[in-house]
């Protein structure tokens, strides 16, 4: 049985603190930020504590129209050894080549994805599938109807985050990220019935993420929700329990994922 997967998330965004130095953030609904620590300090904490994977999201480089960090993912890539994906301002298939040379082992895209579909296929037929995670953020309006937001929740899209699921994967991608933006930071658990939606309907793996504050939400993000992984920043940098931890939970609750010490 294909085992489940822990990934904590490391969110990045330039310190506010008179310094051009990339900071780990947490975030409340995409907006409040708060300032944690060195991004790859943390990741290698992680590592230790027997994460599967892990995420680096660029915050910045959408809005501010720049190119993604490759630094950060070569100096990661340098000292921790487990897969990393990386997301955040990248557009283009050099985006791709760029981030897998500096130890990227798949590359998130989400406004890109929207803007230029095309990318999705040619990223995959060039670097493979398994390279190219699709990450899709969305919300529920007080209709309770669910949309796809795109530049880091700024602008709504005209789409469904379902059927843009099913479109994305029709078009190469090899794995879905879904981040539900009211939960993001909120710690009252996971967005299940969205996963639950796509992971039901599509054949590639799909990632929850967004509004993790105990164990059971993990339980509940893959028993409820039907993930392949969940993935979390804000549960890990701030609850007193870490990948190891809350795997023990996991594994107690009768679900399939790698227990090693």
């Known amino acids: 049985m294909l085992k489940r997967r822990l990934i904590p998330k490391l969110q990045m965004k330039q310190s506010r603190f008179g310094t051009e130095q990339m900071v ?5 609904q995409f907006d409040k930020v708060i300032e944690v620590g060195d991004p790859v300090s943390q990741a290698k904490i992680y590592q230790a504590q027997a994460a599967d994977e892990l995420i680096f999201l660029d915050l910045d480089a959408t809005p501010n ?9 070569r100096k990661a890539a340098e000292e921790i050894f487990m897969p990393m994906t990386i997301g955040g301002g990248v557009k283009t298939l ?23 579909p095309t990318l999705i296929t040619e990223a995959s037929e060039r670097f493979g599938a398994q390279c190219v995670v699709v990450s899709i953020d969305f919300k529920q309006d007080e209709t309770g109807k669910y949309a796809v937001w795109t530049r880091c929740g700024k602008e709504q899209m005209n789409l469904d985050p379902l059927e843009w699921a099913q479109q994305a994967e029709a078009l190469g991608a090899g794995e879905l990220m ?19 939606r796509v992971a039901e309907n599509v054949s590639i793996p799909v990632i929850a993420a967004g509004g993790c504050g105990v164990a059971a939400d993990f339980i509940n993000g893959f028993i409820e929700g039907k993930a392949d992984a969940v993935s979390a920043g804000t549960y890990f940098c ?8 809350t795997r023990a939970h996991i594994a107690n609750a009768g679900i399939p994922i790698r227990l090693h010490t």
């Open 65 to 73: 129209s720049r190119k993604p960090m490759a630094q950060i993912m």
């Open 238 to 245: 701030f609850q007193d329990q870490n990948p190891m931890q």
């Open 24 to 28: 780990l953030v947490t975030t409340v």
């Open 94 to 116: 050099a985006d791709f080549r760029l981030m897998l040379e500096n130890g990227a082992d798949k590359v998130a895209i989400n406004t890109a994805a929207i803007e230029t």
């Open 178 to 196: 879904l981040t539900s933006i009211d939960r993001d930071g909120t710690r009252k658990g996971l967005d299940v019935e969205m996963t639950r």
